[in-house]
């Protein structure tokens, strides 16, 4: 028996099945390669699920991490306060959109964050109304579980949501809803579902992750910002996945030329190590009473180390142009695969910076969603040594997330694999079908 069947075997047997796994059991990884239990290689274009941006085990993470870690490992930042939490507050304050006073408040997961900026929003608002996005993932928690939007299986079988929470479709063109179809959705949700003025805020991914790295227009962002405006909504940019220079800016909501009221980040954050920040116009996050937020974990000091270093490495290495090269390199082969006689498969091509996927269809006449094949082409790949990742509402879109820091020739050799695994599921599937 292999390594690897010992510890599905063993999996199985202690670990609960609602937690998801994939059948690769890692031993050891370096930026952009990962080993497993049987000593097999693997490209890895998922990153934690865009969590190493910098790469696995950047030197620089992990000299801060070996550093801080002689010095103390835990105190709680609510009993014994240290500087490099206020370090980076500060960068983060600095670094995020927007021109106003800003503060920051670090937390440990993503889900996490989201609630402490749905909290903050309604202590400054008085209100209790949230609206999010058909296809958004917000998280696991209860009310992220309430503004994703998508059932299963974030969803299902987990009884009732909290109350006032709206979904307003997400402008995807590709499926037929345009900009102005999304808002006029919106503006009538506003007249005929929910008072404007019981709406703390609209929460909203500038690229959605887990709903098929489907891109918010630039000018969808900009009305966004003019209806939280006009009404006194808070605008929360979720970037969890987006962040941290993945697509080729630091956030990607700079694309749009707006800023929101608060920013929500994680994965990213802090290269492989468990952090997540919430930033913002300093007196909505004031909002919030004494003691009303924060943590025991929260602002872990070696995860606060390895962030300071993030945000050096992204500077000194230039990751957010980095991100852009290789984003242009993914989608110039995709796009060169999807104009291909035989590839009509491949619907669409889409994402910013490092940040890409690919939807699969039935056909592009009814651009008709084919999970089936996203799934082989997925499983293909990590037979040939590449891990990817599915994503979207339908199962449908697999997505690409390598870090920032791949080597270009990595990168030819992944694409080379995806172009071998497409042609084999696409081969498969039909001669199942016959």
């Known amino acids: 028996m292999s390594n690897t069947q010992d510890l ?3 999996r199985e047997a202690a670990i609960a099945s609602g937690v998801a796994t994939r059948g690769i059991y890692a031993a050891r990884a370096e930026n952009a390669e990962l080993w497993d239990v049987d000593g097999k290689r693997y490209i890895d274009f998922a990153a934690g699920i865009a969590v190493n941006n910098t790469g696995h085990r950047h030197p620089k993470l992990m000299e801060a991490v070996a550093k801080q870690s ?14 490099s939490y206020v370090t980076l507050a500060e960068r983060l304050n600095t670094s995020t959109p927007g021109d106003f006073a800003k503060k920051t408040m670090l937390v440990t997961t993503g889900a996490e964050a ?3 900026a749905v909290k903050m929003a309604r202590a400054f608002t008085g209100r209790s109304g949230v609206i999010a996005f058909s296809g958004a993932f917000h998280g696991r928690t209860l009310m992220g579980m309430a503004l994703c939007g998508k059932v299963t299986p974030y969803k299902k079988a987990f009884g009732a949501m909290p ?7 997400f402008p995807n063109e590709f499926h037929g809803v345009t900009v102005e179809q999304s808002l006029a959705v919106l503006e009538n949700m506003l007249r005929s579902s929910i008072d404007p003025e019981r709406v703390a805020a609209i929460i909203i991914e500038p690229v959605q992750g887990e709903g098929g790295f489907n891109v918010a227009q630039p000018e969808f962002l900009r009305a966004l910002r003019k209806i939280c405006d006009t009404h006194g909504i808070m605008l929360i940019a979720d970037e969890v996945q987006a962040g941290i220079a993945r697509t080729g800016k630091l956030f990607a909501f700079e694309h749009s030329g707006v800023a929101a009221d608060l920013v929500v980040m994680a994965k990213g954050l802090a290269g492989g190590f468990p952090l997540s920040a919430v930033t913002g116009r300093a007196e909505v996050v004031d909002a919030a009473p004494v003691g009303g937020i924060g943590g025991t974990y929260a602002g872990n000091p070696l995860a606060v180390a390895a962030a300071n270093a993030v945000f050096e490495v992204i500077e000194e290495e230039d990751l957010c142009n980095r991100a852009n090269d290789v984003g242009d390199a993914i989608t110039a082969r995709l796009n060169e695969l999807a104009n291909r006689q035989g ?10 910076g490092a940040m890409v996927a690919f939807e699969l269809v039935a056909d592009r006449e009814t651009n008709a969603p084919n999970a089936a094949l996203a799934q082989a082409i997925v499983a293909e790949a990590e037979t040939r040594g590449l891990i990817i990742l599915p994503c979207g509402t339908y199962g449908n879109a697999v997505r690409l997330l390598p870090p920032l820091t791949v080597p270009m020739e990595q990168v030819s050799e992944a694409m080379d694999i995806i172009e071998a695994s497409i042609e084999a599921a696409i081969k498969s599937t039909a001669t199942a079908a016959e």
């Open 114 to 116: 989201v609630e402490n």
């Open 343 to 352: 590839m009509e498969a491949i619907g669409d091509v889409r994402g910013l």
């Open 70 to 83: 002689e010095a103390f490992t835990h105190t709680c930042f609510h009993v014994a306060p240290y500087e």
């Open 8 to 10: 599905k075997t063993r």
């Open 163 to 169: 109350p006032e929470v709206l979904h307003a479709p």
